[in-house]
């Protein structure tokens, strides 16, 4: 089993920045992946990026246009989405998934392992 605790989230302008982090526990010293989904209201769960155990591949959405950088540091357990130059678009609760390293997925289905979310709104 593996734990997910996002934080970070908050209210912003837009053109400003936030930070997610992501804090796994539990069975970390598994191979996980991690990436970061968004549901705004009304809408579908869309993927945002994601990332491999080892840090070194990345994936992001074509949404997000280089505004934002997923890393993670393994010896704390941590993942994190810097996000810039938001946009009110960008308003939404943003989730925290894992799943054993079995490459990048960029569907629900893909990860078993949920966070409860944070809450990011942009005002315009």
């Known amino acids: 089993q593996v734990q997910l605790v996002e934080s970070g989230g908050g209210l912003v302008q837009a053109g400003g920045s936030l930070r997610l982090s992501c804090a796994a526990s539990?069975?970390?010293?598994?191979?996980?992946?991690v990436a970061w989904f968004r549901q705004a209201p009304e809408k579908d769960r869309d993927f945002v990026s994601a990332i491999r155990w080892n840090g070194r591949t990345t994936h992001y959405a074509d949404f997000v246009e280089g505004r934002f950088t997923i890393s993670r540091d393994n010896a704390k357990n941590m993942v994190y989405l810097q996000m810039n130059s938001l946009k009110p678009e960008d308003t939404a609760v943003y989730y925290c998934a894992a799943e054993p390293d079995r490459g990048l997925g960029t569907s629900e289905s893909w990860y078993g392992y949920w966070g409860q979310g944070t809450q990011v709104t942009v005002s315009s």
């Open positions: 539990g069975r970390t010293s598994s191979y996980i992946a």
